[in-house]
């Protein structure tokens, strides 16, 4: 089997293997990086999933795509490295379950990801002899997961941007307590001025000298592994061959492509609903074709989504057929069509979400944060307009309500345990850097950086 190529989203650079695509993060031409063939998986291959742990599925998956860069022992240590925690699928009525991504070591799905790039990058890069600076912005979670999975990694020294004002005290902790070769940085600003600024700094010229490479969503290393649990779901909750429905609440859109890489792959999904806070540019252009985005993105409680421009809705452009450039200009329109009948999206507001949590504890003594809320309500919205039909759907939870006690409190009148792993993050005394949200400042802290180490 010839190895995966990885084209540009802007379809004026080369197309690369996976270990370019990794340690480049962003292509040349400011395209995003995702296969135009897609490997695939036989039936009897993904029906054999049911049989295997988490780890061995990601083995499996992954290994369509590392063929001629990484050995195939060396991968499946990785898988087993990473992936040593659990993830409960628990049942709420019917076929209908809740995923509960939140057991990894920051309490959010963003450990899924994090945790195998970290591994596939770091070895890249000890097998090159080179050293590489990891740029990431965050609304939240992102940092404290990338943070966490390149604590101590030889070779790699992590900056992380966060907008001082949109992040939880438990969030922005879990990232701030680490030191090593991880720095924070808090901007006076929003999510949108942190990633502005990091992608700035990935085409600034002047930045050359310094080998830099993102752990967003826009990398592929990070989007491949979200595939996994949707194999993993699926392999637990349907039978061969039987369509499923998954509800993810989405901000930049990386957790959905995961659902629809694995699509691409051969799970045989009915409807991907992916919603999404009052920062509605996506449910908009589903509905009317009309892209426009979000300026300045919305505040909401569900801040790890607050993303008034999704950067990887270029890649979805591209699976239907369309180009969609980084501005968020639209060259050529996807099949409509054909989005709409995989797709659903709802914006949910702050106000429904409140409701949400409060309903679905009083009806289930389940408990969601504001993220899975926002994945409850749209399955709901959609359920509204289509029926089941008996089918097994899943409802993701991206991340422990522990993260959100302050929400959790307001509407619960109680605080959620914290996991024993965040409490005792919590406890390290922090240490980051603030600020403007100006990006010739960080410039030239990336530079004084740079000859400082
Ligand atoms: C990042 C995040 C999301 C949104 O995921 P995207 O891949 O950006 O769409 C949802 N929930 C939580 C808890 C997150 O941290």
Redesign the pocket.
């Known amino acids: 089997m010839a190895a995966t190529l990885f084209h540009s989203t802007n379809g004026q650079s080369p197309a690369v293997n996976l270990r370019v695509a990794l340690m480049a993060g962003q292509a040349p031409d400011r395209g995003l990086y995702f296969p135009e063939q897609f490997p695939t998986l036989a039936p009897a291959e993904i029906a054999a999933f049911a049989q295997l742990p988490y780890s061995e599925i990601a083995f499996r998956v992954l290994a369509k795509y590392t063929e001629g860069i990484l050995s195939a022992d060396a991968l499946a240590a990785m898988c087993r490295e990473a992936y040593n925690f659990d993830l409960p699928l628990e049942r709420v009525y019917d076929r209908v379950h809740v995923m509960r991504l939140d057991q990894g070591p920051t309490a959010?799905?963003?450990d899924f990801a994090a945790r195998m790039m970290a591994r596939l990058l770091g070895r890249f890069l000890h097998e090159d002899g080179k050293q590489l600076t990891i740029l990431t912005a965050t609304?939240?979670?992102?940092g404290a997961a990338v943070a966490h999975a390149f604590h101590n990694v030889p070779g790699i020294r992590v900056i992380v941007l966060f907008p001082l004002n949109e992040v939880s005290v438990s969030q922005r902790k879990l990232m701030t307590t680490l030191r090593g070769n991880v720095r924070t940085v808090a901007i006076d600003g929003k999510f949108d001025d942190c990633q502005a600024m990091v992608k700035q700094a990935f085409a600034d010229p002047t930045l050359q000298c310094i080998p830099l490479s993102s752990a967003n969503?826009i990398n592929i290393g990070r989007l491949l592994p979200q595939s996994i649990y949707y194999f993993y779901a699926a392999s637990r909750l349907a039978q061969p061959g039987e369509p499923i429905v998954f509800s993810?609440?989405?901000?930049?859109?990386?957790?959905?492509m995961g659902a629809v890489v694995a699509r691409q792959m051969g799970l045989p999904i009915r409807k991907l609903v992916t919603s999404v806070n009052d920062n509605d540019a996506f449910p908009r252009f589903l509905a009317t074709g009309h892209y426009e985005k979000v300026v300045p993105s919305r505040n909401s409680v569900?801040n790890?989504?607050n993303?008034g421009h999704?950067s990887?809705l270029a890649r979805l452009v591209m699976v239907y057929g369309g180009r969609m450039d980084e501005t968020g200009r639209i060259h050529q329109l996807p099949d409509l069509a054909a989005m709409r009948r995989d797709l659903f999206s709802s914006s949910i507001s702050d106000e429904r979400t409140r409701v949400t949590i409060r309903e679905v504890w009083t009806k289930y003594q389940l408990l969601l944060e504001p993220?899975g809320a926002v994945a409850w309500r749209g399955f709901q919205d959609w359920q509204a307009q289509e029926a089941l039909n008996g089918l097994p759907a899943v409802i993701l939870e991206?991340?422990n309500p522990a993260k959100f006690p302050e929400e959790i409190e307001k509407n619960m009148g109680w605080s959620p345990d914290v996991p024993p792993a965040m409490a005792a993050a919590i406890q390290q005394p922090e240490d980051f850097d603030r600020m403007g949200a100006v990006y010739e400042k960080f410039r030239t802290y990336l530079l004084q950086h740079h000859t400082a180490t």
């Open positions: 959010s799905f963003k609304s939240g979670d992102t969503s993810v609440p989405s901000g930049n859109f990386g957790d959905m569900s790890a989504m993303v999704p990887n993220h991206t991340a």
